[in-house]
């Protein structure tokens, strides 16, 4: 991939956000604390950055304390001497519980949660649901009393197979408080793709809703709900209880309800009668776990090898105290605040979103696709008082291709717009910057699932500069390593790595020890390493090629993302491994095709990807477009819109390594426009079949030019 940004800049190349009163910022505020707390001298974010990448120790527990955690800290932190291959603990005597920091606000006026769907012919004009905080903390409090009721029990997976709703995060934060593993799987995701990730984890409960709405249509969701369960049926020994929410969306038929499945209210109701879990005076009974149990369970797009999705589990103390870092002391998220990202139940920036209910701010919900009418969630903006609006770099790229929203809505709450997803292009943050709002901070932010949080991202006391990312994340010790293993200079692409430990490294692959048999522990060990140490020693190698610009204004240097260093596919910013498209091909069309390579494509130069799949069929047989057709309908059906190939080409051959590895870099590389000198033909089995790709990539290239 071509790299998106010259680097032919001044020394100190003109900002396209100045932000004012910086030390006033929590930033600052912080920096000053940390002089004062220790004795030092830091004068700029990169000061501050480098203390707390070499004192990670006394960095880490300043953010505890900076940011008011709920809990027992205890005396330890971590050993700082040791690498981030070591997968050391974390203030091991620590306890607390994440839901426990998240409803801190009790007040029956403030609102915590806004859900809204998308408009359709028959609800044009779509109501609002509110919920306070005072509302939520009663509502999690019976979920938590129902879920003790029906045999819950700490360490428990409860999973969601839901769109964005109110009762989505009021049973994350149930799940929460009682100790529990929360597992999500979007709603619009197949269910043979929710039964690859719910089978690895054996879920006590699943929550689901009977109905989604998406391009103005509702969609109905309990025959796939049915087809999960049926599938789990034949896999787990123990079949979940599955708790359905009526969303209101389709009316009610009961004669398609199982007997077993569990109405929302009625679930809710029997809680609030039973009251279980709560102390004498109606608190109810947080139960503290170790800063390192597990808090959630997100599922790897394949980066991690071959076959199903990864489970990876995070750290309860780990994404409380990253989130708390990353909202109340760089990104200056404030009580008053109005969040909104639109994001999928299944993404974790819905977990990121989430989070934000610690800082006390309003978050947004929305169901829906964010661009068949693409006034719509500007409207939102204004009608709600929105002030942190999040997307991805897709969508920011496809409404500057149809819509203007500075000309039509005024956006004056506006504070900051975060992007992410894939690369934001340069020429995107001049649009951002003319056509929604002169002077917002435009937070590029990277991080991903592997950390449920940000490496590099956003800072309310520094400046935009044009393709860039802010900064990186305090604690956050990354580099881009040359193929030595060696940080390279300002300004040089390289592999993101991570260099020192942090707080939210996963846990692990599931399962943990204590939650699988000792064989299965070890080879979810050995793959945890595997995916993120393999490559350089001992060090985070993260898969991302990414540039790291020389400082200005105290910055430390920006941070230019430059592509996937792997084969992931990333159509539109919803990132994915082959393998996903590859267990279709193998379960439908065994005799038909025998084999296959999926790539990603750069199309809209370089700001998204197209799939293109190449397969081999047996000898004789020609590609019909009625066999594409059937290709992309199966893919559809089983995975998501975003899986279909946009080309399936046929070709003779598939590209191996000599020891029986599909070569999918080499050929995205190709078709993508690197020479055919580049590859080392003496790592390859059969290297001889790289001219069609040279072919194929010189049409499919000319068809996006």
């Known amino acids: 991939m071509p790299v998106p940004l010259s680097r032919d800049l001044p020394e100190e ?5 100045q932000p004012t009163n910086v030390q006033e910022s ?3 505020r912080f920096l000053s604390s940390v002089n004062t707390r220790y004795g030092l001298s830091l004068a700029s974010y990169y000061d501050l950055w480098n203390w707390s990448t070499s004192a990670i120790d006394l960095f880490w527990n300043a953010v505890w304390d900076e940011t008011g955690i709920i809990g027992y800290k205890g005396d330890h932190v971590v050993d700082s001497s040791a690498k981030p291959s070591q997968n050391v603990p974390w203030f091991s005597n620590a306890q607390l519980n994440w839901a426990e920091n998240m409803l801190q606000n009790r007040s029956f006026t403030k609102v915590a949660l806004i859900q809204t769907t998308e408009p ?6 779509p109501e609002l649901k509110t919920c306070t905080f005072g509302e939520l903390y009663n509502l999690v409090a019976d979920l938590a009393s129902a879920l003790l009721l029906n ?18 995060v009021a049973a994350c934060l149930a799940t929460s408080a009682l100790g529990g593993i929360w597992v999500s799987a979007a709603a619009d995701f197949g269910p043979d793709g929710v039964l690859e990730r719910f089978e690895q984890v054996q879920p006590s409960f699943i929550f689901a809703v009977d109905a989604v709405v998406y391009n103005a249509k509702i969609h109905d969701h309990l025959s796939k709900l049915s ?3 049926d599938g789990l049926s034949s896999v787990v020994p123990v079949q979940p209880k599955t708790i359905v929410i009526s969303t209101g969306h389709q009316a009610p038929d009961p004669a398609r309800w199982c007997d077993d499945w569990i109405d929302w209210s009625e679930f809710v109701k029997s809680g609030k009668d039973s009251k279980l879990g709560r102390t004498k005076t109606g608190e109810i009974e947080w139960r503290r776990v170790s800063f390192n149990d597990p808090l959630w369970i997100l599922f790897s797009s394949g980066t991690t090898g071959a076959g199903r999705p990864k489970p990876i589990v995070h750290r309860a103390g780990g994404m409380l105290l990253q989130s708390r870092k990353e909202f109340a002391i760089c990104g200056d998220l404030r ?3 109005v969040f909104f990202y639109y994001t999928t139940t299944g993404w974790m920036m819905w977990n990121f979103l989430v989070s934000g209910l610690a800082t006390g701010c309003t978050l947004v919900l929305y169901d829906g696709s964010p661009l068949r009418d693409p006034a719509f969630l500007w409207h939102l903006v204004d009608k709600l008082g929105i002030t942190i609006f999040g997307t991805s770099a897709k969508y920011i790229d496809q409404l500057s291709k149809k819509y203007k929203p500075r000309e039509h809505h005024s956006l004056a709450s506006l504070r900051h717009i975060y992007s992410t997803g894939s690369p934001l292009a340069p020429q995107l943050f001049d649009w951002v910057y003319e056509y929604i709002h002169p002077n917002v901070l435009l937070g590029s932010i990277t991080g991903g699932t592997d950390i449920c949080s940000l490496f590099a991202g956003m800072c309310s006391a520094l400046p935009v500069y044009r393709g860039e990312i802010q900064c990186r994340m305090l604690g956050m010790a990354i580099e881009a390593f040359n193929s030595n293993g060696t940080a390279n200079p300002p300004d040089e692409p390289g592999d993101l790595v991570c260099t020192k430990p942090f707080p939210c490294m996963p846990a692990g692959f599931w399962p943990l020890p204590g939650f699988g048999t000792e064989e299965a522990v070890k080879a979810a060990q050995l793959r945890y390493q595997q995916a ?11 898969g991302d090629h990414i540039l790291i610009t020389r400082s200005m204004k105290g910055n430390g240097g920006g941070v230019v993302m430059l592509g996937r260093s792997d084969g992931v596919l990333n159509p539109g910013g919803v990132r994915f491994g082959s393998a996903e498209l590859y267990d279709v091909i193998d379960m439908c069309f065994p005799t038909e095709i025998q084999d296959c390579v999926a790539i ?8 998204d990807e197209r799939v293109v799949m190449f397969v081999k069929l047996p000898e004789g047989q020609m590609l019909s477009e009625e066999l594409q057709q059937r290709i992309k309908g199966e893919i559809r059906k089983r995975r998501t819109p975003r899986h279909v190939p946009g080309k399936i080409i046929q070709v003779e051959d598939i590209p191996y390594t000599l020891n029986g590895k599909r070569v999918e870099v080499l050929v995205k590389k190709i078709v993508n426009g690197a020479p055919k000198s580049s590859v080392n033909p003496a790592t390859l089995a059969n290297p001889q079949c790289l001219d069609i790709y040279v072919e194929a990539g010189n049409q499919l290239r000319s068809e996006v030019q």
């Open 13 to 17: 190349a003109a900002p396209l956000f």
């Open 26 to 28: 929590p930033t600052w």
């Open 120 to 125: 359709t012919p028959s609800n044009p004009d």
């Open 151 to 168: 045999g819950f029990k700490t360490g428990d997976r409860v999973a969601s197979y839901s769109s964005n709703c109110i009762e989505n």
């Open 227 to 229: 087809l999960l369960l």
């Open 335 to 337: 009580p008053d605040d």
């Open 532 to 542: 993120y140490f393999g490559e350089f020693d001992g060090v985070w190698y993260h």
């Open 600 to 607: 990603g494509q750069s199309i809209e130069n370089g700001t």
